[in-house]
């Protein structure tokens, strides 16, 4: 028998059994596997800490948003938004799924075209594309969404000198009943500039208006904003018709659909309060099929969800590195996952797993990760199990914005794995190494060796 590890006792008050205001406390289990693979071997393979994604994961949940929406509504098209995680492998999945690309920058356009994907599948938002990439995007038939009546006079200038019909969308912000209201992005519904804007398009004949965009935020914790949203732009559709005898091709509700992750502060978990993809299709799609819009040109309806897709598909492993005792007594326990790799750590309370089987005592604990920066923490308060040096964590739902918001900063940036849907691993971006950083770095003469 293996000899068993010590561990200093603690005198804690017994609540075995007895509910506290939410009911009975929920035991969990240690996640020793992720989709089959042992975690202590996956560590002992590629390193720690260590990216895991789980393409059988990215395909069931993709498959069920599908699905809310398609038996829904006839038309339905989804554009994988780039900066949620744009590693190429990631993309690819959603691409065989089905999905166009959303871009946000010239850089996310080149990975799209580089994924195998058709500029007409390719739809290019943001507030900044230069006159470069726009004369690209016109070239390749690709949709671009305008952000400001600036931008909408460049590319009027670009049809003229390119001789061809761009392809443009009006990105529209718009009161949906939510606080705050993001309204730096494209033109505003209730003030009658985004009206202006598709008329001054329409009367163009050297621009082609294809639809009305928008994307009211991010984490949107309820669904009835998008019914808003999706009625505010059928409006819309029916006054182009009215007017100028013109069908939209699509109506785009952008992303913004809160994944299963629980805000920092919030009363319950992530889990039990946020909408499902029903909920959301149910919002969107009544709102459109009741509206006015002409049945014989039902738009396509563009999803270009994001953070809902990816989150539950991405984990970090981790490993302890030390255990100490504040001064006010309070456990500390230091992980070699640090803000730098968990971006999203500053605005969620993620799901912390021990990987191996604990004991039933737990004590208060805030988990620090391992630079040497007071800011570092993974999280503040934490009821945990009391772990080893050298025991392993899994941390859940980092698939979104970890891998693209992640910094380059104090220490490398570890290996990220995908697991595909028969169990085996593949490496889908190798560690940084000294390299693959001072390689962009140039000495002047005067400080050389
Ligand atoms: C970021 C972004 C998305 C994706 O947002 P999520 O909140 O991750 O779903 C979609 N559309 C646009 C225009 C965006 O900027």
């Not at 460049?154 to 718009?174: F, G, Q």
């Not at 220490?411 to 971006?429: A, E, F």
Request: aromatic residues 10%.
């Amino acid at each position: 028998m293996e000899k068993l590890q010590y561990e200093r006792p603690v005198i804690k008050r017994i609540t075995g059994q007895m509910p506290n205001k939410f009911g009975l406390r929920t035991e969990y289990e240690p996640m020793t596997h992720i989709d089959g693979l042992a975690v202590k071997e996956l560590i002992k393979t590629f390193g720690s800490p260590l990216y895991v994604i789980s393409e059988r994961i990215i395909r069931e949940i993709y498959s069920q948003a599908k699905k809310a929406f398609t038996t829904r509504y006839p038309k339905v098209q989804f554009a994988w938004s780039y900066k949620t995680n744009y590693l190429d492998a990631v993309c690819r999945v959603f691409h065989q799924e089905g999905s166009w690309a959303e871009v946000v920058s010239g850089f996310e356009y080149e990975k799209a075209k580089r994924n195998g994907i058709e500029g007409k599948h390719i739809i290019f938002n943001g507030p900044y594309k230069s006159a470069e990439e726009l004369s690209t995007a016109i070239k390749d038939n690709a949709y671009i969404h305008i952000d400001s009546f600036d931008e909408l006079y460049l590319i009027s200038d670009l049809a003229e000198r390119l001789n061809k019909v761009p392809k443009i969308s009006v990105r529209i912000n718009l009161d949906a009943g939510i606080f705050p209201q993001w309204s730096r992005f494209g033109f505003n519904y209730e003030n009658g500039e985004a009206w202006e804007a598709v008329s001054r398009i329409l009367l163009n004949k050297k621009i082609e208006l294809c639809g009305l965009h928008s994307h009211i935020g991010t984490y949107i914790m309820a669904a009835y904003p998008y019914g808003v949203t999706a009625s505010k732009l059928a409006e819309l559709a029916v006054r182009i018709e009215k007017k100028f005898k013109h069908n939209i091709k699509y109506i785009d509700i952008g992303g913004g659909f809160a994944s299963k992750n629980t805000l920092k502060g919030a009363y319950l978990p992530g889990t039990d309060t946020c909408p499902s993809f029903d909920d959301y299709a149910d919002a969107i799609t009544s709102a459109l099929i009741k509206s006015e819009i002409n049945a014989e040109h039902l738009p396509v309806l563009i999803l270009e969800t994001g953070r809902a897709l990816i989150d539950d598909a991405g984990f970090i492993l981790g490993t302890v590195i030390a255990n100490k005792r504040l001064a006010d007594g309070k456990r500390a326990t230091i992980i070699d996952v640090g803000v730098n790799h968990l971006f999203t750590s500053f605005w969620y309370d993620h799901k912390i797993t021990p990987a191996q089987p604990f004991s039933p005592y737990t004590e208060d604990c805030t988990i620090y990760g391992p630079l040497c920066m007071n800011i570092d923490v993974i999280r503040e308060h934490i009821t945990f199990p009391l772990l080893n040096k050298g025991d392993h964590i899994v941390i859940s739902r980092t698939g979104a914005y970890n891998m693209t918001q992640w910094l380059q900063f104090i220490t490398y940036r570890p290996k990220v794995i995908m697991i595909d849907v028969d169990g085996n691993p593949h490496i889908i971006r190798e560690n940084e190494k000294l390299e693959s950083i001072v390689s962009l770095e140039r000495i002047p003469e005067h400080l050389q060796l």
